[in-house]
């Protein structure tokens, strides 16, 4: 079992800064593939950033691109999400995801989820 825990969230205006965390436990982490999903309400969750177990290889949505950059340090079992120029279409609940195969965190088939945080873009 692995157990995520998300932290970092909240309300903040367009063109703010927000460091999502993504703490966790259980496995071994360096063995797992991270990702970063969001749900804004009414719509279906989407996918945002992923990064593979060493770090060396991230994958963006095209909306985030440029703007969000994903991270993780393997000796803190954290996963991080800096997100610059925020946008009220950013509003959405964020949630991390782990799972061994990069195949499986692209199509949001992840073995393990968190709880999510919610961030606010307001205009």
């Known amino acids: 079992q692995v157990q995520l825990v998300e932290s970092g969230g909240g309300l903040v205006q367009a063109g703010d800064s927000l460091r999502l965390s993504c703490a966790a436990s259980g496995r071994t982490f360096s063995n797992y593939v991270m990702g970063w999903f969001r749900q804004a309400p009414g719509k279906e969750r989407e996918i945002v950033a992923v990064?593979?177990?060493?770090?060396?290889?991230?994958y963006y949505a095209d909306s985030v691109k440029g703007r969000f950059t994903v991270s993780r340090d393997n000796a803190k079992n954290t996963v991080y999400l800096q997100m610059n120029s925020l946008k009220p279409e950013d509003t959405a609940d964020y949630y991390c995801?782990?799972?061994?195969?990069?195949?499986?965190?692209?199509?949001?088939?992840?073995?393990?989820w968190g709880l999510g945080t919610q961030v606010t873009v307001s205009s």
């Open positions: 990064i593979g177990w060493s770090g060396t290889y991230a």
């Open positions: 995801a782990a799972d061994r195969l990069f195949t499986a965190v692209e199509k949001g088939e992840c073995d393990y």
